[in-house]
């Protein structure tokens, strides 16, 4: 985990399922995010996605690519351009720096009307970074060491 280190794009399609499951499950109750005459008649196209839907998924983006034992320290996010339903969020992150077992990740979320979310997550992984699903190598066992015979 260094500076300057690309996470790998994650593209999320953006149903109307995940907007209006996500603002239930976060208690968001506002019409514009599950009634679609409503959020029309408001003046948007169609319902669209939640602050706090759109946090959790920057959170799993980082937590998927920093494996089970990442914990975020802090989340700052900021909205620009609606998720709606049919479009596709693409999350791209960049290593921005790293203290000790704390990285700052710096986070864009692009859709096809622009950037979606930007912002900054700072996540902490003990021990020795691992990529989830990284080829580890193989150490040999005392029997199989060089040198040793039976």
């Not at 939640?50 to 920057?58: A, C, D, E, W, Y």
């Not at 920093?66 to 596709?88: E, K, M, Q």
């Not at 990285?103 to 692009?110: C, K, L, M, S, Y």
């Not at 912002?119 to 060491?145: I, M």
Request: glycine share 12%.
């Amino acid at each position: 985990m260094r500076a300057g280190d690309e996470l790998a794009p994650l593209e999320i399609p953006i149903t109307r399922t995940l907007i209006v499951a996500g603002a239930v499950a976060s208690r968001d109750y506002q019409d514009v995010h599950h009634d679609a005459v409503l959020a029309r008649e408001k003046g948007s196209p169609d319902v669209f996605m939640n602050i706090l839907t759109t946090n959790g998924l920057v959170g799993r983006y980082i937590t998927d690519h920093f494996g089970p034992s990442a914990r975020l320290r802090s989340v700052r996010i900021r909205l620009g351009a609606p998720n709606y339903p049919g479009d596709t969020m693409t999350l791209t992150g960049t290593v921005a720096a790293v203290e000790g077992e704390v990285a700052e990740v710096r986070v864009t979320g692009t859709n096809g009307l622009g950037n979606h979310v930007t912002g900054t997550v700072k996540v902490a992984v003990p021990g020795p970074f691992e990529r989830p699903g990284a080829a580890r190598a193989e150490v040999p066992g005392p029997s199989e060491a060089a040198g040793s015979e039976s």
